[in-house]
């Protein structure tokens, strides 16, 4: 049972571009969201985490929205990059200990 | 610095075998988890160890198993291979237990025939 549920499964868009992906949990008891950047053959690398009493949080074209009573949160990749092209995933915890994941977006740039 | 290493890259294994895979955490990391990868499935929490003691344990059948050496160094062992166990398995090491931020390995992909 999937405890944070992701979507689109996958998306394209045009170079300068906007993805969005969005995410929702049921457990209140998370206090913890990364998001997770995966290129094929590699691990997944830490992108961007938020915390529930922050409702944006921005690094560089990646932001992060927050909205804690719909439990739900979502990443916008602002002027989208061939490079960008990866699958993402959000995630949520409680202090720290065993991640959930959610399954997934493989967002594709089209230059 | 070295990122999380993570051996054999690749195994081929037939049902029934067992395997043993190793995870080399950054230097200074403490604490390393494991994951399983699957297209079906996702992402999912196998074990947490640190200090040389399982801390933390997810949903999967006790012939997952792992360990923890004095370097930090993790093997996890998978007894009795099932087709359904065929996946990339990931390790990923933080700085201690319950470290938010986790630091993953490329993987080891497991095709059990």
């Known amino acids: 049972q999937q405890q944070v549920k992701q979507s689109p499964q996958s998306l394209i868009v045009q170079k300068g571009g906007i993805s969005i992906i969005n995410c929702a949990y049921e457990?209140?008891?998370?206090?913890?969201f990364p998001w997770y950047q995966q290129f094929p053959g590699k691990g997944p690398a830490l992108l961007i985490a938020?915390?529930?009493?922050?409702s944006e949080k921005k690094e560089g074209r990646f932001t992060i929205s927050f909205n804690k009573s719909a439990k739900q949160f979502s990443l916008h990749i602002m002027d989208s990059q061939p490079g960008d092209s990866a699958t993402y995933f959000c995630a949520a915890s409680v202090l720290g200990y065993k991640l959930s994941f959610g399954a997934g977006t493989t967002v594709t740039v089209r230059a | 610095k070295a990122g999380v290493t993570q051996t054999p890259r690749y195994l081929i294994k037939t049902r029934g075998q067992q395997v043993t895979l190793s995870c080399s955490p950054i230097?200074?990391?403490?604490?390393v988890s494991w994951y399983q990868q699957t297209p079906g499935q996702g992402l999912q929490f196998l074990f947490e160890?640190?200090?040389?003691?399982?801390?933390n344990k997810g949903n999967f059948p006790g012939r997952f198993s792992g360990r923890q050496f004095s370097n930090s160094r993790s093997e996890m062992n998978v007894s009795t291979l099932e087709l359904g166990d065929s996946a990339l398995y990931l390790c990923a090491s933080s700085l201690r237990q319950g470290n938010e931020k986790l630091f993953f390995g490329s993987g080891t992909q497991l095709s059990v025939l």
């Open positions: 938020i915390r529930p009493d922050v």
């Open positions: 230097s200074g990391h403490r604490s």
């Open positions: 457990n209140t008891a998370f206090d913890y």
């Open positions: 160890y640190f200090s040389e003691t399982q801390r």
